[in-house]
């Protein structure tokens, strides 16, 4: 399938490397190609930076956020969550109009320093924001809930024996969405319910940080046991 990932931090090339592996024709967003194809500094976590990431990924495009829609039958979101309304704004709402929209970003609040606080919370969640601003755009929440690693190599925690979840209005996008979650080798997929349901799994957030602090690695995930 042809898919757009929005995001140069530490999730949008992972995704963005391990859907191409298998096969999809991928292209990442951006605010402006011309500038993060030029960055020096290096990634999240003292990883690469993008230009050394991309030079091993040249199958994997980089344009701006409509330009990447425009082109794709999927769009995941993971930018910043303090952004993200900003980044699908760029995109367009014809270029989000009937794509699956998987949203992967949290909106954490780090104004007040370290752990952050979530805003929207409680009422509101950040892929709920998204649903009303973007109505024609069918998403669903997905991923959100471990790290980057773990999203697309699950085996590597406990033999993969763990949770995701999906939110969403859309049937059908759902079924697309746990389709691509098998073929990055997720099996316990839990279809939460509307798109109301994000806020659940938008609230484990604070729970996954202190988690991470306790452990002292993100290498980690939830699993529903039943
Ligand atoms: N890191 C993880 O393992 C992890 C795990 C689960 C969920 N998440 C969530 O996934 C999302 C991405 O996280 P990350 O750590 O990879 O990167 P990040 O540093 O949170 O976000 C980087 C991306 O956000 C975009 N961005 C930032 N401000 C923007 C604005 N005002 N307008 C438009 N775009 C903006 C940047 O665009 P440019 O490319 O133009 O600079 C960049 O692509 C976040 O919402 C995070 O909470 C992260």
Redesign the pocket.
Known sequence: MKIAV???????PTVAAALSARGHDVVIG???PEA?LARTEPG?MGGPAFPEWHAAHRQIGVATFADAAARSEIVVN???????L??LA?AGDANLAGKVLID???P?DFSQGFPPSLNPVNTDSLGEQLQRAFPEARVVKT??T???SVMVDPAGVAGGDHSVFVSGNDAAAKETVKGLLEGLGHRDIIDLGDITTARGAEMILPLWLRVWGALGT?EFNFKVAR
């Open positions: 929005f995001g140069t931090g530490t999730v949008g951006t605010r402006d993060t999240a993971a930018t910043n969550g303090g952004g993200s900003a980044a760029a992967i970003a949290n954490l991923l959100n471990m790290t980057a993100g």
